[in-house]
Nanobody, 123 residues
Framework: QVQLVESGGGSVQAGGSLRLSCAAS????????WGWFRQAPGKEREGVGT???????YYADSVKGRFTISRDNAKDTVYLQMNSLKPEDTAIYSC?????????????????WGQGTQVTVSS
């Protein structure tokens, strides 16, 4: 059974940084894509970015230049480094695995999901 567990969320002031981790267990497909998503209260889930085999990444315009996704295949872990955080980045952040398309932020392409971690950015 595949499980994804996010960690690293918390509260930070605007301009600060956080690094989220997403650790997978029971997931053996290294030749695949992962994604990060977020959902703010009262808003639809939004794709943040993807990372696929070889380390290629793709980001939403709203986070480009501020957020960086990386992966450690040996640890089956994906990271989301968030810098220059803004209050509008406040959301529950979730990771997803089992995707196949780098240039798609559609949640429908991902098979497995974590439970999410809260990120709160205060002004």
């Amino acid at each position: 059974q595949v499980q994804l567990v996010e960690s690293g969320g918390g509260s930070v002031q605007a301009g600060g940084s956080l690094r989220l981790s997403c650790a997978a267990s029971g997931y053996t497909y290294s030749n695949n894509c992962w994604g990060w998503f977020r959902q703010a209260p009262g808003k639809e889930r939004e794709g943040v970015g993807t990372i696929c085999t070889g380390g290629d990444t793709y980001y939403a315009d709203s986070v480009k230049g501020r957020f960086t996704i990386s992966r450690d295949n040996a640890k089956d872990t994906v990271y989301l480094q968030m810098n220059s955080l803004k209050p509008e980045d406040t959301a529950i952040y979730s990771c997803a695995a089992g995707g196949v398309r780098l240039l798609s932020l559609s949640p429908r392409q991902f098979r497995y999901w974590g439970q999410g971690t809260q990120v709160t950015v205060s002004s």
